[in-house]
């Protein structure tokens, strides 16, 4: 690290501190980066292959959770520097563990969704047996009332 007055020169020193500065910037900027395009790359293919399960089995449940979850860390682990048998190690606990992580994760989120669509459901049942509607159902109902008048 450079210390203050290490050059006797002025101009020098903040020469030297303004290239330390912009050095340890880029090296930050360039891991944030780096971590947002690997966050990015799990993420899209979690989601691509929950996905693709759901639509190959023709049902939303856990199970599409969990083998998105395990291929996921699976490929992960492949990835992962090393010889090939730390390699098969690291694929074999990706797929334990994105699976034991994703079962309960998918569990709560098919719960949740389940409590959301039983919501929807009783607001749309009594939605129609004649309360106020807001929004853009209420204009339309108004218009057609204007209209038939």
């Given at each position: 690290?450079?210390?203050?007055g290490?050059?006797?020169?002025?101009?020098?020193?903040?020469?030297?501190?303004?290239?330390?500065?912009e050095?340890?910037?880029?090296?930050?900027?360039?891991?944030?980066?780096?971590?947002?395009?690997?966050?990015?790359?799990?993420?899209?293919?979690?989601?691509?292959?929950?996905?693709?399960?759901?639509?190959?089995?023709?049902?939303?449940?856990?199970?599409?959770?969990?083998?998105?979850?395990?291929?996921?860390?699976?490929?992960?682990?492949?990835?992962?520097?090393g010889?090939?048998q730390?390699r098969?190690?690291?694929?074999v606990?990706?797929?334990?563990?994105?699976?034991?992580?994703?079962?309960?994760l998918?569990?709560?989120?098919?719960?949740?969704v389940?409590?959301?669509?039983?919501?929807?459901?009783?607001?749309?049942?009594?939605?129609?047996?004649?309360?106020?509607?807001?929004g853009l159902?209420?204009?339309i109902?108004?218009?057609?009332?204007?209209?038939?008048?």
């Amino acid at each position: 690290m450079l210390k203050l007055g290490s050059t006797p020169d002025k101009r020098e020193q903040y020469r030297l501190m303004r290239d330390a500065m912009e050095k340890r910037f880029i090296r930050v900027t360039r891991g944030s980066i780096v971590g947002g395009i690997r966050l990015g790359m799990f993420t899209a293919g979690f989601y691509g292959l929950q996905n693709l399960l759901a639509e190959k089995r023709g049902v939303h449940d856990v199970f599409n959770v969990v083998g998105a979850g395990s291929a996921t860390a699976a490929a992960f682990g492949l990835i992962m520097p090393g010889s090939l048998q730390w390699r098969a190690r690291n694929v074999v606990l990706g797929s334990v563990l994105g699976a034991a992580i994703c079962f309960p994760l998918g569990w709560i989120h098919l719960k949740l969704v389940e409590k959301a669509n039983e919501g929807n459901m009783a607001a749309k049942s009594s939605g129609e047996i004649g309360e106020a509607k807001s929004g853009l159902g209420a204009a339309i109902d108004r218009l057609e009332e204007n209209l038939n008048k």
